[in-house]
């Protein structure tokens, strides 16, 4: 059962890490499970740090997380791996955009668009 409650800075404030590298040398916990894609992410980045503070991971390596937690490498992941997946456009700027739209779009005007940034719920997603 939960008895103690602790806020620590968002995972990619630049205080984060001590903050949880701090939180974990002091309260000693035996493991740390990570809930967010932002947070695994970054957690991962210095996981060696965390173990060697006492606590116990249980996550895949950098790379795995890596590809996971962003959009366009998981779509080239699953291309190169002969896995069936919608055409992915990487949007950098207007003339990118409108090669999308000719490529992609479905002749109404209509495209779907995500954010890139780690993270779910469909923050950035927009159609047409």
Not at 72 to 83: Q, V
Not at 105 to 121: Q, V
């Amino acid at each position: 059962m939960l008895q103690k409650f602790f806020y620590i800075p968002y995972a990619d404030a630049p205080e984060y890490k001590n903050a949880l590298l701090k939180l974990l040398n002091t309260e000693n916990p035996d493991l740390v499970h990570f809930q967010n894609d932002l947070e695994i992410y970054h957690a991962s980045l210095f996981r060696d740090e965390i173990t060697n503070s006492g606590t116990k991971l249980f996550m895949p390596a950098h790379d795995v997380i890596d590809t996971c937690v962003h959009k366009y490498k998981t779509y080239l992941r699953c291309k190169d791996a002969g896995i069936k997946v919608p055409v992915n456009a990487m949007i950098n700027d207007e003339n990118d955009l409108k090669e999308a739209f000719s490529a992609l779009g479905d002749g109404k005007g209509y495209i779907w668009l995500r954010a890139t940034s780690i993270g779910g719920g469909g923050k950035g997603s927009i159609a047409n």
